[in-house]
């Protein structure tokens, strides 16, 4: 499907050309190859001109002469406890119990729709390909991640995304920074996709609305097929190339999220203030009453702001703090609070722009129904986890991201109740 749409629209007669172009074939400084970026997400990926390819070598300008981006993302993650020796392999109950090693392949075409005279409008395109070692924290995939169009209206203050995505990088905002590249996060919410939010790399159909309704504030409202309700790879199971629309019991998440979203200015500091509500009507397995039933629902609300400017150049560049807080129905879920608090730096060094330094620290709850359950049976538990992760992310090359970082934490796992651990992960990731 992406050879075909690149050579349909390689065959167009261009009016994004045309209008986005001098007659001398130069780049018209109006209009940018970043407008073919992934737009309104939560979260977003670095700039196109941040790529092993340059962006303005010929095979990217070819492709933005049509209104064509493509670009391919490839990580590779490992992970490993250091205070005790591996266990075996199929006794590991938390990621690096046992050395964890995962790799992702990611490429995505965007086009520009005014080639089709939708104007502000795109169509995005990508599949995925992922291995992890362990199963439960994948899931193994090989399939399609997004196919949807993206609208935006009334000069941008209405955005429509309609197609098959993940809301992981839609709503909520978890990624510190805002930005898929910020590597090593260590223990974080996994509450939104308990409830059955898409993440990567599982997409669903889904339709998203944001209304901008001021320069700062916004409401977005999104209803989701959900995913399955036993996890990411139950899902991945019944659905491998992802494109199935109505899996039998898969019912219908809505997400409601409205924010502030202030950036940083000469006179302000920048700030980012989210809270959401989510319910789904799939049939959950609930751990009081051992039947399946709908109405598993969860909430958030984050918040970070920047503290200090430390170049006037570049005003996003300081010193952040951030804070979040998630709750999820303990009857349907096993992890159901979360709380964070983290501090965190853009540029920590000048001679270091692109790098960013985090310090996180978590704290996790466990459900009371489920634990009380698991006790009743004759196992051993904890109730609650806490962790504290430091992390450096090195931006090495253009396109080359490398992110390493120590995370101690305090009840890895629910069950059996095994020893703290001290784990060391590495994130190297490369844009094309």
Request: proline fraction near 6%; glycine fraction near 10%; charge should be neutral.
């Amino acid at each position: 499907m992406a050879l075909a749409i690149v050579v349909i629209a390689a065959g167009c007669t261009c009016s994004t050309a045309q209008e986005q172009r001098s007659p001398e074939g130069t780049p018209n400084p109006a209009a940018s190859i970043e407008s073919l970026n992934i737009p309104g997400g939560d979260a977003a990926l670095p700039p196109l001109s941040d790529s092993v390819i340059d962006v303005k070598s010929p095979f990217r300008e070819i492709l933005w002469h049509h209104g064509i981006a493509l670009r391919m993302i490839n990580t590779m993650r490992y992970a490993q406890n250091t205070f005790h020796a591996p266990v075996p392999e199929d006794e590991q109950v938390y990621v690096g119990q046992h050395p964890f090693e995962g790799e992702m392949i990611n490429p995505i075409l965007t086009w520009d729709l005014r080639q089709l005279g939708l104007k502000h409008a795109q169509l995005d395109l990508s599949g995925v390909w992922q291995w992890v070692s362990w199963e439960p924290a994948g899931p193994k995939a090989f399939g399609l991640w997004t196919l949807y169009i993206y609208k935006e209206f009334g000069r941008d203050r209405v955005e429509v995304k309609i197609g098959y995505d993940s809301n992981d990088i839609e709503f909520v905002g978890m990624q510190v920074g805002g930005s898929t590249a910020s590597g090593v996060q260590g223990v974080y919410a996994v509450l939104p996709y308990e409830v059955g939010m898409a993440f990567f790399p599982l997409p669903a159909p889904q339709f998203n609305l944001k209304l901008n309704t001021s320069r700062r504030t916004y409401l977005k409202f999104g209803l989701q097929r959900s995913l399955d309700a036993a996890g990411g790879p139950a899902t991945e199971a019944r659905n491998h190339t992802g494109l199935r629309f109505d899996p039998k019991g898969d019912k219908l998440l809505t997400i409601g999220e409205a924010g502030l979203r202030r950036p940083s200015s000469v006179s302000e500091r920048a700030i980012w203030f989210r809270a959401g509500y989510m319910h789904n009507t799939t049939r959950f397995l609930n751990f009081a009453s051992g039947r399946y039933e709908p109405g598993n629902h969860g909430a958030f609300a984050l918040i970070d702001g920047q503290l200090t400017k430390s170049n006037f150049e570049h005003l996003e560049r300081g010193l952040y703090i951030g804070a979040s807080a998630m709750t999820a129905a303990s009857h349907f879920n096993a992890y159901d609070r979360y709380y964070e608090a983290r501090l965190y730096k853009l540029a920590p060094f000048t001679s270091r722009p692109l790098d960013v330094a985090s310090l996180v620290s978590t704290y996790t709850g466990f459900s009371k129904s489920l634990t009380d359950s698991l006790v009743a049976s004759g196992a051993s538990v904890w109730r609650k986890s806490a962790s504290v992760t430091g992390s450096y992310n090195f931006h090495l090359a253009p396109g080359n991201y490398l992110s390493l970082g120590l995370s101690y934490v305090h009840g890895p796992a629910i069950k059996p109740r095994v020893p703290d651990a001290f784990t060391f992960a590495a994130v190297y990731t490369v844009f094309f």
